[in-house]
Nanobody
Framework: QVQLVESGGGLVQAGGSLRLSCAAS????????MGWYRQAPGKQREMVAT???????SVADSVKGRFTISRDNARNTVYLQMNSLKPEDTAVYYC??????????WGQGTQVTVSA
């Protein structure tokens, strides 16, 4: 089993910043990719940003230039620095970890609410 512990969500005013963290532990063998997805009410879950073991990143156009993803390989932890937050960024943010041998795991989700 793999456990993902997310932290850092909350309520912030538009223009503010938040930093999400996700620490993976348990039966991890070889993480190939870590990332963040989000789901707003009534909408499908969408990719926000991902980062490979080689630190190659992919960032959604809607957050490019505002959000930065990074990881600490030694701690199996991925971060999402969110700046210049907008009300449309309001969603539940989910951490995702892809292990080469055991597949995808998801965190429980952390709420991010941006007030106008």
């Amino acid at each position: 089993q793999v456990q993902l512990v997310e932290s850092g969500g909350g309520l912030v005013q538009a223009g503010g910043s938040l930093r999400l963290s996700c620490a993976a532990s348990g039966s991890i063998r070889s993480i190939v990719r870590m990332g963040w997805y989000r789901q707003a009410p009534g909408k499908q879950r969408e990719m926000v940003a991902t980062i490979t073991s080689g630190t190659s990143t992919s960032v959604a156009d809607s957050v490019k230039g505002r959000f930065t993803i990074s990881r600490d390989n030694a701690r199996n932890t991925v971060y999402l620095q969110m700046n210049s937050l907008k009300p449309e960024d309001t969603a539940v943010y989910y951490c995702n970890v892809r292990d080469f041998y055991i597949g995808d795991y998801w965190g429980q989700g952390t709420q991010v609410t941006v007030s106008a």
